[in-house]
């Protein structure tokens, strides 16, 4: 289902043989009334070649040197291609966070975050290798997975070009002209009153090509369910995306190439009935937690334009790009106030630009030198608008009018990375890459540098066997979303007051990672992948949600380790495939070290004398699958997720029970041989079918604010229509 190989072999994208504004939302009918008209409009001609992952371009030479100007050298790679995409639970409908959870070691949390070996997010994800740059956390599933080529996900001992995130870097190829000479209309409903429709268009002319893509979804289950029942309370979502690629071919050598995306998301903050009032307001409205009305709200725009040049000795690609991303959160002003004591109205902005430059250099058949920067500014804006009630020095309620307290804020700041590096084939089967990364965070509240030696060894020790190891020191700056002690005090003796007087800044995580692995081409059918890891981090970075808005900040453990190990699997014969992940994960870490305001002093006096696990780690994880060609056009898939579950209850020393979920489903594919209409496409997923009832999390934790339970059983149906 998934290639993967470590070593930094990349496996093929399409085959499993080796393991904002108002103005953005497009709606189905408007989707359907631009296909028919671009149906209507074109002329008869030879089939199109939709989606075929191996049609020749004249861009194939360029891709293939962008894929050499950065590639994963002794770090651990597993890749999805489009193909295997559109064999698993919804295809190209689902989230694209579902579509990671199938790769070893990624473990599934609220609100669509994924954590992978122990970390909790420390994801950094690119577009064909292009930096995008991190948001502010949210909800919102901001890459859509129809505009997926190929993603390949690398983790352990990354090479000195990538850093900042570096619990593994998720590359995604996005489809380009080539792939889809034409169009394609999707639409798509079922369980939870979804509703989904996309339009995809690509081509190419002379030396331009491009593929375009609209969406919009409607479902409700826009966030976790806070209870166990099939039907969720006040959690609709409406979301609209879209995305450009243009690239221009210069020359035989050279080409520019332009990606753009907005997306725009509205979400309802579920309700949980049967909750008790805790204060009271004045006029003494009813209090009823079913009908609580909180709402957020996400945009984020982004925009890159590079230009590549590649020739026999060497290749450049220089970036140059920018993303804006806000989000608020709508309080209800009266229900707010009568369950938690706090109503606020929040505004958290990001906008970043920089410049990215990635170079190699072939400098004989032994060395290959690598080189680049990446250099970033952000500037971030948090403004609040709060009514909470006055309380005496016992948190008792004093009055039932409350009071108004606005605090704006915000931070700004550059990051720097510098990289050179050297890939040394000792022999034809013995490789060293080595190199030395230097970072600087800038923020107003911390400034940090290090200088980061990499080295790995891939040893190819047979036509069917390898194996590697490799060492990395690693810099992860926080997040800029800090708010200064100033910002804390304006609530002294309220019922939003600090639990705490402490409010040390975030600090920049220093890692040293070791990891090690092997693989084995059993049979030419048959690929398995062992790897472990062992991290120790000093001031490391968790996350958590404090408050009622969905919006996540950054803490620090003084110190930490994490260590595990992986095993996959893949098998492909005739029209058979399957695979399978465990993983396994340990974590330590003590003493919480920044914005100590956030947590109960209970806990935090236990944590700075005791070793505890990390909220988010999955001890246990499973993935696996089965694909099968049952005709010429028709598909069947089968595959499952397994959690162990996360860590809970005070200081983290409790487990929520674990869980297994089984998906199915069918496409069948009707090739047309005449008409504008080319191909027809049908399919029907169940998700979820024994219906499992399960909790990813009951609200307590450190940095947990709400309980979150996994989807029901539901049933979708999809068609498409190419032309």
């Not at 129809?146 to 070009?161: D, E, F, K, N």
């Not at 979301?239 to 995306?261: A, C, I, M, P, V």
Request: charged share 20%; proline share 4%.
């Amino acid at each position: 289902m998934f290639t993967g190989r470590p070593g930094g072999e990349r496996g093929r994208a399409g085959g499993a043989r080796l393991p904002a504004a108002e103005w953005i939302r497009p709606k189905a009918v408007i989707l359907a009334a631009i296909a028919i008209q671009i149906i209507a409009s074109s002329s008869d001609g030879a089939e199109s070649a939709r989606l075929q992952l191996a049609t020749v371009s004249v861009t194939a030479d360029l891709d293939a040197s962008r894929e050499e100007i950065a590639p994963g050298l002794g770090a651990v790679s597993y890749s999805i291609g489009a193909a295997q995409i559109q064999l698993m639970g919804q295809g190209e409908n689902s989230p694209f966070q579902q579509v990671l959870l199938q790769v070893p070691g990624m473990v599934q949390d609220e609100f669509g975050e994924v954590h992978l070996r122990g970390d909790h997010g420390d994801l950094q994800y690119r577009i064909n290798g292009v930096l995008l740059p991190e948001g502010l956390n949210g909800f919102g599933q901001e890459i859509d997975t129809r505009m997926i080529q190929a993603v390949t996900v690398m983790t352990g001992t990354l090479p000195a070009q990538f850093g900042d995130r570096t619990a593994g870097i998720i590359d995604v190829t996005a489809k380009t002209g080539s792939q889809l000479h034409g169009g394609e209309l999707s639409l798509y409903a079922g369980g939870y009153a979804t509703r989904q429709s996309s339009l995809q268009l690509g081509g190419t002319h002379g030396k331009l090509e491009y593929f375009i893509i609209v969406s919009d979804k409607h479902d409700n289950l826009g966030i976790d369910n806070t209870t166990s029942s099939a039907n969720p309370l006040h959690d609709v979502t409406n979301q609209e995306k879209t995305f450009g690629y243009f690239s221009y071919r210069l020359d035989e050598t050279s080409r520019l190439t332009l990606l753009t995306w907005a997306s725009y998301a509205d979400f309802q903050i579920p309700d949980t009935p049967g909750l008790l009032p805790n204060y009271q307001l004045a006029g003494n409205p009813a209090a009823n937690s079913s009908t609580v009305n909180e709402n957020q709200n996400e945009q984020n725009y982004y925009g890159v334009i590079s230009y590549q040049k590649s020739t026999r000795a060497a290749s450049l690609q220089v970036s140059a790009f920018a993303r804006y991303t806000d989000l608020e959160f709508r309080p209800d002003s009266e229900q707010d106030l009568l369950f938690g004591g706090v109503a606020g109205r929040i505004g958290n902005s990001s906008f970043i630009y920089g410049l990215q430059a990635d170079a190699s250099f072939f400098l004989s058949d032994r060395h290959t030198l690598r080189g680049g920067l990446l250099a970033t500014y952000e500037d971030e804006k948090l403004n609040t608008d709060t009514t909470v009630f006055p309380v005496d020095s016992l948190g008792n309620q004093t009055t039932d009018e409350p009071v108004r307290i606005i605090d704006n804020s915000g931070n700004r700041g550059p990051g720097v990375g510098l990289y050179l590096q050297d890939e040394w084939r000792l022999s034809d089967r013995l490789t060293l890459n080595y190199g030395v990364r230097y970072d600087l965070f800038g923020g107003p509240f911390d400034r940090e540098s290090q200088l980061s030696p990499r080295v790995n060894f891939v040893w190819r020790i047979d036509d069917t066997t390898s194996v590697h190891a490799g060492y990395a020191r690693y810099f992860v700056p926080p997040t800029l979303q800090y708010v200064p002690p100033a910002g804390g005090k304006k609530f002294d003796g309220t019922t939003n007051a600090p639990l705490n007087g402490q409010d040390d800044p975030q600090k920049v995580e220093r890692d040293h990672y070791f990891d090690a692995g092997l693989s084995r081409q059993i049979t030419p059918a048959w690929q398995v992948t062992v790897d472990s890891f062992f991290k120790w981090a000093k001031n490391l970075i968790d996350v958590g949600q404090f408050g009622k808005a969905v919006i996540l900040d950054d803490f620090n453990y003084t110190k930490a380790t994490i260590y595990g190990l992986e095993i996959s699997s893949t098998y492909n014969q005739g029209p058979f495939t399957a695979y399978g992940n465990f993983s396994f994960v340990q974590t330590s870490a003590q003493n919480i070290n920044s914005v100590q305001f956030q947590f109960p002093g209970d806990q935090l006096a236990y944590v700075a004398v005791h070793s505890i696990q990390l909220d988010h780690q999955g001890r246990f994880t499973g993935s696996g699958g089965v694909a099968c060609r049952v005709a010429a056009n028709t598909h069947l898939y089968a595959d499952f997720l397994y959690g162990n579950g996360l860590r809970a209850g005070f200081a983290n020393l409790g487990k929520l029970p674990a869980y297994t979920t089984v998906s199915v489903g069918v496409e069948q594919v009707f090739h047309l041989r005449s008409g504008r209409i080319k191909e027809l496409k049908l399919r029907f997923d169940g998700l979820n079918i024994f219906d499992q009832v399960y909790e990813l999390r009951n609200g307590s934790g450190l940095g947990i604010a709400a309980p979150a339970y996994g989807p029901r059983r539901a049933f979708y149906a999809g068609l498409s229509v190419g032309f």
